[in-house]
């Protein structure tokens, strides 16, 4: 193991956007167990803090191999196709036409059912943006469009967090 290895390497997995999570769990505890500090406690001080180097590595691998859209992120970047998400917020017209009717009609949910109603959409939405990045990534290998859909699934989540946020206020 190398500390400049890509996630992937590190975790001896595919670099491809469908992971196995519990395989993903299962390689996290085998590395964690091999690279935590107290296994190097009689090896001094130096080993104790590479040991915690390797630790907080591999964590950061897990954080971003476990989350969809972190991974797909990553998978762009390591194609010459980062997201750029705080410069380039340009999207299709129709996917921003959604965006607005979902914001108006939010604002206009005055009960648990329309709430319901929008959340169903969102997680439709958010089933069919990921499903796109599987086709994105591991079958037509376009990292342009991927980052593109990323930044979908990104404005997505923050809006399907509005709507939860909405169910607190109707105190559910």
């Known amino acids: ?19 196995d999570r519990a395989a ?30 390797w630790s907080v590595r591999i964590n ?3 954080q971003r191999l476990k989350d969809p859209i972190r991974r797909a992120s990553y998978i762009c970047e390591l194609h010459d196709a980062p997201l750029n ?5 340009a999207m299709p017209p129709d996917f921003l036409m959604q965006q607005m009717e979902w914001r108006e009609a939010l604002d206009d949910a005055g009960d648990i059912a329309a709430v319901e109603k929008l ?8 089933t069919r943006a990921l499903s796109s990045l599987d086709w994105l ?5 376009d990292y342009p469009a991927a980052a593109q859909q990323v930044r979908a699934l990104m404005f997505i989540e923050r809006f399907g967090q509005d709507v939860e946020a909405r169910f607190d206020q109707l105190g559910q």
Do not use: C, S
């Open 1 to 19: 193991m190398n500390l400049n290895d890509t996630d992937f390497e590190l975790f001896a997995v595919p670099a491809t956007f469908a992971q």
């Open 24 to 53: 993903l769990d299962a390689r996290w505890k085998e590395l964690q167990r091999e690279a935590h500090p107290d296994r190097f406690a009689a090896q001094g001080a130096a080993a104790q803090r590479v040991a915690m180097q």
């Open 60 to 62: 950061e691998a897990y």
């Open 85 to 89: 998400a705080e410069d380039n917020t």
């Open 119 to 126: 959340q169903a959409e969102v997680e439709a939405a958010r």
């Open 137 to 141: 990534i591991d079958e037509k290998g």
